[in-house]
């Protein structure tokens, strides 16, 4: 699963094995390459347990997003986060918005200048809790919670094992995948779908399936 | 100047038909404002928004913010967060929407306090209309 | 066609943003109608404007009307009488208002009965934002 | 405090002693003419304690009440008493509208064709056990019901120690403007009023104001 984006070429000729500024900035515009390329999926999973509006909703953050670092440029993988952060809460105009950009933001924070896989994962733990502190839904709730704990849990066991920055990210992008899936059969008990009761069974939750792009996106950039 | 009020909802309409409604009842004295939708006036929910109409409605005395639900509720907490250490004083209510602005709206025109005033919105929950 | 529901407001703003709201939320396929304000479009309550109203969301399964407070909840108490033994058939919710449309809408429009659909708006008394 | 009405003829040369058709909808006329002539003071009234349109209301629906009675003819007291009560609840577009109109409703039905004192205590007692279980106020909560329960109490008492309509209906005059006067201390616990809490203490309420111009009216019209 190598990265055929715009910013394969900071990959290059080496393993990348820090989440430094440029990868940080690589990460964020993959995804939202990732969001383009599924915002009708997002869409219409939004459209079945929601109020279908997912896809653009996160079309307009990442794209704020990567239009604020390409005007300014971060001098660390901090601050790139932390500014993709503020920019999701700005425009996504959804649930999503707040909670993935608090997420962001608290990843940024926990980051700071540093950038190896042992930060990153503690990154990725304080995005985790801040989304889960700010939205008040557990796993199983069927939301981006489902997707981002046990992305989190398999980039820390894998990171924990030796694993480097592109192997964590991937077993995290796997888990997040099986995790989204797994709302399937899941009963919404926060947000807009929860109001539909047992009706929201059966579908995928569209922010688990959001959670899941982000997380592959890291994969991808980090990919020798 | 009564304290603040700022009705967030991700409709612009019930945002406003709300602030409509509070000042019939409560008087022109009280300071409610609304923060419907996105700075373009769709459906949806603006922090930048909700950042103006508590801007609007603080008169130094704190705002009281009462939420429709979903991502008004979360942009809120967000923008508490923000402002933690800062100014103007903002207290989110736990509200129901009609019912607490209404209840907060008539007991910010008598002069009350911040929590006062958000308490009011927040006992609304216990109300009964049959 | 869903169970009907009827949201009375003395202010015809209110009631038409807080159906509009329900729609985005429960999608096309609720019966759901504005009763807000007199005939003439002033701020108060018209049992004939209610009666309308309820005619427009029946279609054959009953009706829920859901009040903001006042003269809304006494003016639908005397339609209900007056209708005791007639069609059709009516139902109550004290619920809060927009939260309670929220979820009856929601209910209705996954086909469910009367009874339920009324329960679940007043249920909604029960919600918590923070 | 004789009738000065443009309906007194119907009383001239003889003393009243029913509630006919004619008595009855002479009534309402008066009711009409007294609204009238306090529209301003119900507004102020309203405008400190609830939302200023009291005087409006009543003006509005005792103007179609006696517009409707023009047209029909009811042929006894209980249906002038029901079409009044038919049009407040349909034109006065407040809280007071559906319940003097309830009341006026269960008044008329209660009369039926009867005409005697004793029918119209009974009478009055139903207005008022209907406009309670419709707004579920009890006396003290600063309403219509702290005019109306001592005006119908001071009503069967005269009745009840063989005082005439006249007589009967000047006690509950006298109680209703009594009962409107003592709920200037009282602070309101139901209808808009009791939003406002303790800043309602210190103010008549507009629709105890109202039940005894109603109560009044009554009186005047039986006047020898
Ligand atoms: N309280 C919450 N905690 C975690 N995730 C949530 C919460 N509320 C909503 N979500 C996520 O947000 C997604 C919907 O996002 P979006 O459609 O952009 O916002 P909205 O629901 O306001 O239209 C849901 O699929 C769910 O995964
Ligand atoms: N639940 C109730 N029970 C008895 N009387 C009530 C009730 N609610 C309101 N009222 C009476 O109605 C009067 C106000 O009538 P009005 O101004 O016409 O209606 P609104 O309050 O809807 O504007 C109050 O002064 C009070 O006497
Ligand atoms: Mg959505
Ligand atoms: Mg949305
Ligand atoms: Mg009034
Ligand atoms: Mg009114």
New interface residues.
Partial sequence: MGCTCQYAGAAVGGLIVNLDATTARAWIVRVAELIHANEQRLTDLDATIG?G?HGA?MQRGVAAAVASLEEQEPEDAGKVLNSTGREL??KT???S???Y??GFRRAGKELGDEVDVQAVARALEAMLRSIEE??GATQEEKTIVDALAPAVAAFQETSGQGGDLHAAASAAAEAAERGAAATIPLQARK??AS?????SIGHEDPGAASTALIIRALADVTAP | MSVGIVLVSHSPALASATVEMARTLAGPGVSIAPAGGTADGEVGTSIDVIRNAIADADAGRGVVVLMDMGSSVLTAKTLLEDLEDGEPQLRLADAPFVEGTVAAAVLASTGAELESVARSAEEAWSMRKL
Same sequence: chains 1, 4.
């Fill in positions: 109020d509006d909703n809460i700005s105009g959804g649930a918005g707040p909670l950009g608090t700010l939205g947000g807009r109001y539909l009761g047992e009706r």
